[in-house]
T-cell receptor
Framework: AQKITQTQPGMFVQEKEAVTLDCTYD???????LFWYKQPSSGEMIFLIY??????QNATEGRYSLNFQKARKSANLVISASQLGDSAMYFC??????????????FGTGTRLKVLA | GAVVSQHPSRVICKSGTSVKIECRSL??????MFWYRQFPKQSLMLMAT?????????EQGVEKDKFLINHASLTLSTLTVTSAHPEDSSFYIC???????????FGPGTRLTVT
């Protein structure tokens, strides 16, 4: 079974508009972390935002916010005021287990976002 | 911020030869590094977890004798693709676990082409 599911293979958004990229996850661990990464065509993985499973408030980093709904096991990324430079592949990832222990990351299949001028 | 470098960024090798990819944490010590493989338009697939001073832990389906991982120091892990074949052509990305354990810092990736 997929542990990280991104159901949107591709998304379009108009410049300056907001866009939500969906991510659902599946884990039986109580302690876990959720991440979003951006991968432009150059291939580098750029960290955007992190949400810990025990964090009560939704994470925000500038134009990025993470809509964390623990009961629904969803961790959607919201990008506000989209810019042309936001066009890239976006990956949702989960760290299973606490950060102090042995863990690994699991990545979703990604969503390709295209920002239109 | 934490920086991870990879070398080389691109490599072309002939079928049957071996190629080594280096992953370095430049400004922090990384007891754990991860190696990923990414095929075009696909996600990152974890190949192995590399711990300093011990044997790497390989994911199911990854041939440990083909993908040799060495993590000899707290700042360097290497991945050697032995007897490379065209199907090994891929984008290989390493990452290093940060000291807090929360974050992992990615290298810029190495694009391997086997001819």
């Amino acid at each position: 079974a997929q542990k990280i599911t991104q159901t949107q293979p591709g998304m379009f958004v108009q410049e300056k508009e907001a866009v939500t990229l969906d991510c659902t996850y599946d884990t039986s661990d109580q302690s876990y972390g959720l991440f979003w990464y951006k991968q432009p065509s150059s291939g580098e993985m750029i960290f955007l935002i992190y949400q810990g499973s025990y964090d009560e408030q939704n994470a925000t980093e500038g134009r990025y916010s993470l809509n964390f709904q623990k009961a629904r096991k969803s961790a959607n990324l919201v990008i506000s005021a989209s810019q042309l430079g936001d066009s890239a592949m976006y990956f949702c990832a989960m760290r299973e287990g606490p950060p102090t222990g042995t863990y690994k990351y699991i990545f979703g299949t990604g969503t390709r976002l295209k920002v239109l001028a | 911020g934490a920086v991870v470098s990879q070398h080389p960024s691109r490599v072309i090798c002939k079928s049957g030869t071996s190629v080594k990819i280096e992953c370095r944490s430049l400004d922090f010590q990384a007891t754990t590094m991860f190696w990923y493989r990414q095929f075009p338009k696909q996600s990152l697939m974890l190949m192995a977890t590399s711990n300093e001073g011990s044997k790497a832990t390989y994911e199911q389906g990854v041939e440990k004798d083909k993908f040799l991982i060495n993590h000899a120091s707290l700042t360097l892990s290497t991945l050697t693709v032995t007897s490379a074949h065209p199907e090994d052509s891929s984008f290989y990305i390493c990452s290093a676990r940060g000291s807090s354990g929360v974050e992992q810092y990615f290298g810029p990736g190495t694009r391997l082409t086997v001819t």
